[in-house]
C-alpha cells in the first residue's frame, strides 16, 4: 500500500521511520507498510480508500471518524495507524452486504436520520457497538452511546429513532 | 493533523518496556489509551522523540481488589472497564460514580485511569477521585519499584514526578477501614468537555462516626486540590448538616478558581461547595436509611 504525501520535512529518506502491519478489515486480511506518525483514519481513507470513515473535528470530539476496533468503538483520528497491527478493523463500508442494506442504514433511511449526512458513519459504527452489547437498549442507553457522537444538523432526535428502529428490526 | 515524527516501539513485556525508556533517548513518552497524548502530539504541543506502546504488555488490564481489600489498577484498564465494573458499584462508590462521566463513550474505550493521572491534567478527573480515597500509583524502573503516593505525585499542570525511565503500572486504593460512601460530581457544558468544575468525596464511617474522609478538586486551580481541612472537619463526628456545611465551605474555600468561558471564579467556587453538600448530604441520607 502507497499512502503518497507532500515532502515538508529535511530529513533524508533512509530516516524516516517505516513499521510494517498485518491487520483485518472488515473482515479482509490486509498488510501496510506505515509510518508510525499516521493516524488509523487516515490509513483507512487515504491507504484503503475507504472514505465512509470522515474525518470531521481532528481532535477527538465530534466522532466522525468512529471506527470499530476489535468491536469496541474508537475515534480512529486518536488511533496510530501502527496500533492496528493484529487487530480488526470494522468501517461504514462493511456493514451493507451485495444485497442488502444493514438495518442500521436502513433505520437512519426509514427515520430520516440524517440530513448532511457527514456525521451518519460514525453515529452508525457507534451505534452498531452498543446493538451488539445490548440488543434491547431504552431512548435512554441510545443517547448516552452516542454521546461522543456529533451532529449539528438533526437535533439528534431522528437519529436516536433510526438506532431503536434497527434494534427492533435485529431483535426481530 | 500530524504528530511530528517520531520512533515508535511496541514492546511485549515492561521489562522490555523500561529497557526501551531508558536507552530511549532525551523525549521517550509511553502510549497507553493515547486519548490524551495522541490530541497533544498532534497539536505538537508534544513531539516525543521515541513513543513506547505499552498496549501489547500483557497482564496490564487489570482491576481487582487483594486480600488485604486494596484495588488495584492496571496500566490498561481502560475507563470503560470500570464504568461496567461490578466491582466498583458494589465496594468504591466514589470510583464508580465518577467512571461514567470521564470523557466520552468512545474515549472511554480507550482511554486508561493510570494514563489519565500520570497526564496530570489539572482538569482530569481520575486525579481527584484517587487523591480523595488516599490512593497511590506503582512506578517501576531501572532501579526497581516505587509507591508514590498521589499527593506528592502530580507537582502541577501537566507535571508529575516519576523520571523519564519509569512507567506507573498499577494505581493503588487502600484498602477501607470502615463502611465508604461518597461520590464524584462534575460539571460539564456537555459531554466530552473537560470539567468546568469537579468534586470526588471519599467517606469512611464506623458505627455512627467519620473515620477517615478525602475531598479533592477538579479543574479549580493550577492542578488537583486536596480539600483537606475541609476533609478533617469531618472526622471523629457523625455526618450532620453542620459539619456537612463545614466542609463544604471550607472546600470552597481552598478552590482556586479562574474566570474563563466555562464560568466566573465566584460561580465555579460556589459550585465546589454545592457539590461537596450534594454528595456528603446524600452520604447522610443513605446512612439514616440503613440505620
Known amino acids: 500500500m502507497t499512502i503518497v504525501y507532500e515532502d515538508h520535512d529535511d530529513e533524508a529518506a533512509t530516516d524516516i521511520p517505516v513499521r510494517r502491519i498485518k491487520f483485518r478489515i472488515n473482515g479482509k486480511k490486509m498488510g501496510a507498510e506505515v509510518e508510525p506518525r499516521l493516524l488509523l483514519a487516515h490509513l483507512i481513507r487515504r491507504g484503503l480508500g475507504l472514505t465512509g470513515t470522515h474525518m470531521g473535528c481532528d481532535t477527538t470530539n465530534c466522532g466522525a471518524c468512529t471506527v470499530l476496533v476489535d468491536g469496541r468503538a474508537v475515534k480512529s483520528c486518536t488511533m496510530l495507524a501502527v496500533q492496528a497491527d493484529g487487530h480488526e478493523i470494522s468501517t461504514v463500508e462493511g456493514l451493507a452486504t451485495a444485497s442488502e442494506l444493514h438495518p442500521l442504514q436502513e433505520g437512519f433511511k426509514e427515520e430520516h436520520g440524517l440530513q448532511c449526512g457527514f456525521c451518519t458513519p460514525g453515529m452508525m459504527m457507534a451505534a452498531k457497538a452498543l446493538l451488539e452489547e445490548n440488543p434491547d437498549p431504552t431512548e435512554e442507553d441510545v443517547r448516552w452511546a452516542l454521546s461522543g457522537n456529533l451532529c449539528r444538523c438533526t437535533g439528534y432526535q431522528n437519529i436516536v429513532k433510526s438506532v431503536l428502529w434497527a434494534a427492533e428490526k435485529l431483535r426481530s | ?291
Request: glycine letters at 10%; charged letters at 20%; hydrophobic letters at 45%.
Open chain 2, 1 to 291: 493533523m500530524y504528530p511530528s515524527r517520531f520512533r515508535y516501539e511496541a514492546p511485549r513485556s515492561l521489562d522490555e518496556a523500561i529497557s526501551l525508556m531508558h536507552n530511549g533517548g532525551d523525549y521517550v513518552k509511553v502510549l497507553a489509551g493515547g486519548q490524551s497524548l495522541v490530541p497533544l502530539m498532534k497539536l505538537r504541543f508534544a513531539s516525543p522523540e521515541l513513543i513506547v506502546d505499552i498496549n501489547n504488555v500483557p497482564g496490564l488490564a487489570y482491576h481487582r481488589t487483594d486480600p488485604d481489600g486494596s484495588l488495584h489498577i492496571g496500566a490498561l484498564c481502560r475507563h470503560a472497564d470500570l464504568e461496567r465494573s461490578d466491582l466498583l458499584k458494589t465496594t468504591q462508590p466514589t470510583m464508580a460514580s465518577a467512571a461514567p462521566v470521564i470523557a466520552d463513550p468512545i474515549v472511554r474505550n480507550r482511554g486508561t485511569l493510570v494514563g489519565s493521572l500520570c497526564h496530570a491534567d489539572p482538569q482530569g478527573d481520575w486525579a481527584s477521585v484517587v487523591l480523595a480515597l488516599g490512593g497511590a500509583v506503582l512506578a517501576r524502573g531501572p532501579r526497581g519499584t516505587r509507591a508514590i503516593p498521589l499527593a506528592d505525585f502530580v507537582t502541577g499542570p501537566f507535571q508529575n514526578v516519576l523520571d523519564p525511565d519509569e512507567i506507573v503500572v498499577e494505581a493503588v486504593i487502600p484498602a477501607a477501614r470502615g463502611i465508604r460512601s461518597g461520590g464524584y460530581l462534575k460539571l460539564e457544558r456537555r459531554v466530552g468537555d473537560f470539567a468546568t468544575v469537579g468534586v470526588a468525596v471519599a467517606v469512611e464511617t464506623i458505627g455512627e462516626n467519620v473515620t477517615r474522609a478525602g475531598i479533592a478538586l477538579t479543574g479549580v486551580g493550577g492542578s488537583t486540590i486536596g480539600a483537606t481541612a475541609a476533609a478533617d472537619a469531618l472526622v471523629g463526628r457523625p455526618l450532620t448538616a453542620q459539619s456537612i456545611g463545614q466542609a463544604a465551605d471550607l472546600a470552597a474555600e481552598v478552590a482556586r478558581p479562574r474566570t474563563d468561558h466555562r464560568g466566573s471564579a465566584e460561580y465555579k467556587r460556589h459550585m465546589v461547595r454545592t457539590f461537596v453538600q450534594r454528595i456528603l448530604s446524600r452520604a447522610e441520607a443513605a446512612q439514616e436509611r440503613a440505620a
